[in-house]
C-alpha cells in the first residue's frame, strides 16, 4: 500500500450493519493502482450515494523485508514500562476498546524508541489465519503509540495518512513491535513475530488530533428526513395537444391559436352557462408590472390578491371541477444554480397557488416560462409546456433552456456533486458563470486527449495547486476569463518529439494549464522532477 489517506472515520451502528465497498482502478504507466474505500448503511436506498472514507494508491512491486537487528528480546538497553493502567486510562482519554482489541502486553522504551509485545486474546487467535494481519492485533500493536514521546498522551489521535504499508507474513497471532520517529508527526512501524521474522511495515503513519465531538457527529445517524429540492427535466409532449379545448383569459398574454379567449372568469362562465363548450384547459398569463404608482411592494399585493380571487372564484364554478387553470408566470421562479428571480410582482402567486394546490387537487396547474432574452427564441412554447405538464400529470412546470422542468425531492448532495461530463476522455474543473462559486462545473477537455506538439509533454494529474487566482477566476473577477488551475504534480503518461528530459512514469510537477483535472498537458520546460520523498501534495503546492 504506498499510500492511504483516511477522509471520514467509519462507525458502526449499534444494531444493523455497513455496506463497504474497496474499489481498485486500472494500472498506470508505474504500475501503480488508486484505490478508495467507501461504505453506506446497510439497507440504504439504491440511490443513496456511497460515503468514500479512504483513498490512496497501491504499489506494483512487492517491497523488501527489513532486517532484523537481532533474535534477542526484549532488545538490549529498552527499559521496561508498566502497563497495567493502559487501558483504564485509555477509556478515560475516550478511547473506549473492547476485549478483542487489549492486546498490548508488553512495552519497553530505549531513547527515542518505543518496543511492544501485543497478541491476541485467546477467542481470536482462531481467527488469525484468516487475515494476512488481523485488524485488532494491528490495532493493539498501535497502542504502543501512548508510550512514546510523540505528542500529547492525553489527546485522542488517530491514523490519518498511511505510507508505505507492506505486509511481509500471513496469519500471525502474535507480534514483536518497533515505533520510532520519522519526521514532523510521523512514525515508522515495524511489527515481528515471536521469532523475529518480519511480518508488516509502515515506512510513515501520521495521526491526526480528533476530539469526542467530532466522533460523536460520525457516528450521528442520518437524518433521512432532510431533502433539497431538484428541478428535473421532463419529457416533452410527442405531439402538439390540442388547443381547441383550451380557454384564455384576458385581453392581453400569450396567443394560443385555436384557443377562445374570454375577457375575464366571469365572461367564460357566462359563455358556458349559456350552452358553450366547457374548456379543459384554462390559461391566464400573469401580468408582471408595476403601476398606478403602488412601487413594487404594492404591485406584488395587488397581483396576488388578484390570483386569490381568481382561484376562489375558480373553485366556486361548479362546470369547472373536471377542468384545469394554468397560472402562468415568466421568471416568477428560480430553477437553476446562480438563477435570480426575476419577476417579483408575481413570484408570490407561486407560493398561493401552491397552497391551493394542496387543498383542491387537480384543480391548479402552474407554469413559470423564461425571462425573456435574446436566447428565449428556441424555448419551449407555453402550449408545449402544458402538454408537457398534463402528460406527465405534474403540477409544477418550469421551462428552461429549451426543456420543462418538475420539482423533485433528493437527498442533499446527489445534486450538488460536481459529474464529470458523459462520454469525455478528459474534464477540467472551471466556470460557467461569474460571482459566486455555484457556477463550478466540470466541463469536456479535448484538448487534454490530443497529439501532443513537440516538446510538450501529458502528465496523469495526482493534485493541483490552488491559488487566489482561481479563486477570482471562480467569482469571475479575473477580466477575458482564462482556464482555472495552472499547477500541478503527477506522473507523465506521455511525451511529444523532442523531449528527453522526461519519460512515462516519472514523477513531474510544475506548471500545467488547466491542471484541476485527470489529465494536464504542458511545456516541458516548466516542470521539474518530483524530490524523491516528496508527497504528490507538497509537489503541487511549491
Known sequence: LTELTLQTPLTLPEDGAVQVQVVVGAADATGQRDVAVYARPEGAEQDRPWARHAEG?????????????????????????DVAEFYPAAAEAGYGYGPAFRGLRSVWRRGEEVFAEVALPEPQQAEAARFGLHPALLDSALHAIGFGSWGDANTLRLPFAWTGVSLHAAGADRLRVRITAAGDDALTVEAADAAGRPVATVSSLVLRTVTAEQLAAADAPENDALFALSWTPVPAPQARPDTGSWAVLGAEGEELSGAARYADLAALAAAVE?????????????????EGGVGLAGAAERATADVLALAQAWLAEPWAADSRLVVVTRGAVAAGTGEDVVDLVTAPAWGLIRSAQTESPGRFLLVDLEPVTDETQGAMSLVAAVGAALAADETQIVVRGGGALAPRLVR??????????????AWRLD????????????LPAPEKSAALAPGEVRVAVRAAGVN??????GL?????????????AGVVVEVGEGVTRFAPGDRVTGLMGGALGPLAVTDHRVLAHVPEGWS???AASV
Open 412 to 425: 442533499p448532495g446527489a445534486t450538488d456533486a460536481l459529474v464529470p461530463p458523459a462520454g469525455a476522455a
Open 274 to 290: 349559456a350552452g358553450g363548450r366547457t374548456p379543459e384547459v384554462v390559461v391566464h398569463v400573469l401580468a408582471s408590472r408595476a
Open 468 to 473: 487566489f487566482r482561481d479563486v477570482l477566476i
Open 536 to 538: 504528490f501534495e507538497q
Open 476 to 488: 469571475g473577477m479575473v477580466p477575458s476569463q482564462t482556464i482555472m488551475g495552472s499547477e500541478g
Open 431 to 442: 466556470t460557467t458563470a461569474g460571482g459566486t462559486l455555484d457556477g463550478l462545473a466540470l
Open 57 to 81: 494508491l497501491l504499489g506494483s512491486a512487492p517491497a523488501e523485508a527489513p532486517a532484523t537487528e537481532s533474535a534477542a528480546w526484549p532488545p538490549a538497553g529498552a527499559e521496561s514500562v
